[in-house]
């Protein structure tokens, strides 16, 4: 049974960096894309950032280009979030995903996801 787990979250300031890990166990890691969602209270949830199986291929909303870095160490079956310049606006419970998929990361964010974490708080304060 695959198993998605999330890590790093907090209560950091606005323009402070937070790095989120998320680990997949269960599966073959390099079988797997990786994504990260995040939902703010009484707003949706929404796509974050992707990176395809390899981790050659990196795909990010608008909101967070430039200051989010998506990442993974197919030798120790993890990957990162690293969040930089943090806003206020990106307060929200970050979840990670993973589904079973070769295609690129700009392809992934819109599939459906397979597997879920049960999602990390990040809080920044203005």
């Known amino acids: 049974q695959v198993e998605v787990a999330e890590s790093g979250g907090g209560l950091v300031q606005a323009g402070d960096s937070l790095k989120l890990s998320c680990t997949v166990s269960?599966?073959?890691?390099?079988?797997?894309?990786m994504a990260w969602f995040r939902q703010a209270p009484g707003k949706e949830r929404e796509f974050v950032a992707a990176?395809?199986?390899?981790?050659?291929?990196?795909h990010y909303a608008e909101f967070v280009k430039g200051r989010f870095t998506i990442s993974r160490n197919n030798n120790r079956n993890w990957g990162d979030l690293q969040m930089s310049t943090l806003k206020a606006e990106d307060s929200a419970v970050y979840y990670c995903?993973?589904?079973?998929?070769?295609?690129?990361?700009?392809?992934?964010?819109?599939?459906?996801?397979?597997?879920w974490g049960k999602g990390t708080l990040v809080t920044v304060s203005s």
């Open positions: 269960g599966g073959i890691f390099t079988n797997y894309a």
């Open positions: 990176i395809n199986w390899s981790g050659f291929s990196t």
């Open positions: 995903a993973a589904v079973r998929s070769w295609a690129p990361a700009k392809d992934v964010g819109a599939h459906p996801m397979e597997y």
